[in-house]
């Protein structure tokens, strides 16, 4: 008799060493200023869970207001218009002064809501353990419960070296590629055009740096973010970067600075309707086999092929995509 198993209920479980892959949003898109996060909220609200929202504490928080700035983002974060719960915050790095009351503040007030938390310009693992050990300790004084996943920058020759240890954290759940102060660590040996297109997409080495970065992250099961695209006006140079990013170096995510660059980030990292539809057949033919092995159109098919095209068909609905409607019906 099929039991009708839910597939992320079935391909992660028992023996099999795989774990699901983040349920990420192909796009991050960051707001520093109290405007600018309530202007992404409502435009968030508008076009529905399809990207993230980073607030950022960083490059946002006035000098002298961190802690205004960053009980701000606590508000909001708590606030009846983070209605997905897709908010996260990017804090001070381990340098600066303030980043243990970041997340004294943040963790402390919205300990049971944040998404997820940035750790920018790390050094090495060291620092990502450290910055973590406060994470934790917090939660335990407040009594929060909730997994706090970390996505950590990866901006730093250290930090690039360290990349395959840091993935590997089970509380890490992205890398992402800071290109810009990455090319300043350099000091003038990398050109200022790495920094933008083509360059980023040349330079030997962004391109290997790049190239680490996902390598770590999909070897570990996590995901990879790509960094900005400094183009504000024109959505099809994004939309470009995007999907360079996406189909030659293989990140599943990119950051967005303006939201503008949303949409066309979104649009490009969506998987292929002609595979959206052959992983719902495949899927459902495997259901209906209580996930046995399974052959269709002439190929054999089992949980390795399966959580593929499991992990495919969630990336389609994160991004927007409509599915066909056995697949939504069956799994979502």
């Not at 209605?83 to 996260?88: A, D, E, I, N, S």
């Not at 959206?276 to 057949?281: F, L, P």
């Not at 495949?282 to 209580?290: G, K």
């Given at each position: 008799m099929n039991t009708r198993l839910h597939p992320a209920d079935v391909l992660y479980s028992g023996s099999d060493p795989a774990r699901p892959f983040p349920a990420l949003n192909a796009c991050e898109h960051y707001a520093g200023s109290e405007k600018l996060i309530d202007k992404a909220l409502a435009l968030q609200t508008e076009l529905g869970p399809i990207f993230d929202i980073t607030c950022d504490c960083e490059d946002g928080a006035p000098a002298g207001r961190e802690g205004e700035h960053a009980?701000?983002?606590?508000?909001?974060?708590?606030?009846?218009?983070?209605?997905?719960?897709?908010?996260?915050?990017?804090?001070?790095?381990?340098?600066h002064p303030h980043w243990r009351d970041d997340l004294e503040i943040i963790v402390g007030t919205a300990g049971e809501r944040i998404a997820y938390i940035v750790l920018p310009k790390v050094r090495g693992i060291d620092d990502v353990l450290a910055q973590y050990a406060i994470v934790t300790a917090v939660q335990r004084k407040r009594g929060h419960t909730q997994r706090i996943p970390l996505h950590v920058l990866i901006e730093t020759p250290g930090a690039l070296r360290e990349a395959w240890q840091i993935a590997a954290l089970p509380f890490v759940d992205s890398l992402d590629f800071g290109l810009m102060d990455f090319v300043s660590a350099h000091h003038g040996a990398i050109p200022a055009s790495a920094m933008r297109t083509p360059g980023q997409f040349q330079h030997p080495l962004v391109v290997r740096a790049k190239c680490e970065i996902a390598a770590a992250a999909l070897g570990n099961g996590i995901m990879p973010a790509h960094n900005v695209s400094v183009e504000i006006r024109d959505p099809a140079v994004v939309r470009e970067d995007a999907r360079r990013a996406r189909e030659e170096f293989g990140y599943l995510r990119m950051w967005s600075i303006h939201p503008n660059q949303i949409q066309p980030i979104v649009d490009a990292m969506r998987p292929d309707f002609a595979?959206?539809?052959?992983?719902?057949?495949?899927?459902?033919?495997?259901?209906?086999?209580?996930?046995?092995?399974?052959?269709?159109?002439?190929?054999?098919?089992?949980?390795?092929?399966?959580?593929?095209?499991?992990?495919?068909?969630?990336?389609?609905?994160?991004?927007?995509?409509?599915?066909p409607a056995d697949a939504q019906q069956r799994f979502f």
């Open positions: 009980a701000m983002v606590a508000a909001r974060i708590m606030s009846e218009a983070n209605r997905y719960g897709r908010v996260g915050a990017r804090i001070h790095d381990v340098t595979e959206v539809s052959e992983a719902a057949e495949i899927l459902a033919a495997a259901q209906d086999a209580d996930w046995g092995p399974i052959q269709h159109a002439g190929k054999l098919h089992d949980r390795a092929s399966f959580r593929y095209y499991w992990e495919l068909l969630s990336r389609a609905l994160a991004t927007g995509m409509s599915l």
